[in-house]
């Protein structure tokens, strides 16, 4: 090789070395937890694939540039779920349930809610909903509205609807604000209230017997872990004495229930995705206003209804979004 030829080898390796290194740093790997009252979720959770699918809109994908916190059951407590996220140096948390939301604020790691904490200014998880000033954002809840559009419902099935029992949570404070905003959305259209609050899967008992003593028209059952745990009682219990029943979220209705209106869940997980994309970007959840559901579905089914030996009005049913046959 010629002297002159050996200085311009010498001048591209100077060159493309720089390159060939730069294209092979390997992207960052975001760290992401998706965490309910029932412990941190696996990707392959129903809420879990929501999530990942609308991220991956975002061009994230796990093995890549996302990893998924690994998964831990109910007994471990919130506090030491967030421990540990802090130590595999979670990015993002998502989470529902007001006791997770709490405890995953105390962390101080970023946090997106996807659904189901309650009015999140009313419960102290941050000073307001345009500027959250916390480590805390995600979807709002609509306690008031979606009450009386659950009662107007029970009113159009039932129009001599008198007394309905609401079955919630009372040690989950954004669960019992959404009863409060219930039972008033009731007493303002006349409809007397039968407060059913349970703790614990052994009140289901208590709270069926004071149905039975006092029968009431309807149940509007108030979602949360404790009450979605124990959907299946609700349904059975509502068959046998042939109540009609509301609830929050149309996959109750998919899995037994009469009929629900509520927030689309995957329209939830689809606009938490975008702000988990806002924040792994650089954007603080402080400063990330709380958004609102844009899409609310009525669902009916049909074989709930024959069930319990009840005929549907035509207008109800010309309501609904969907009917399950």
Known sequence: MQRREFIAFLGGLAVTAPRNAVAQTPAKVYRLALISPQGVMPESHPNAKFLLGALAQFGYALGQNLAFERPAGPDVPAAQIMERAKADKVDVIVAWGYPVVLAAKGSGIATVVAFGVGDPVATGLVANLARPASNITG????????????LGLLKELLPKLHRVAMLWNKDDLGMSLRYEASAKAAQAIGVEVQAVGVREPDDFNEAFAVMDREPPDAILMVSDSLTMLNRK???????????PAIYEYDLLVREGGLMSYGPDLKESFERAAAMVDRIFKGAKPADLPFEQPTRYPFVINLKAAKAIGLELPPTLLALADEVIE
């Open 233 to 243: 009682r609700v349904f059975d219990y509502a068959t046998a004495h042939r109540l």
């Open 139 to 150: 979807i709002s809840d609509v306690a008031t509205t979606l009450s009386t559009k659950r």
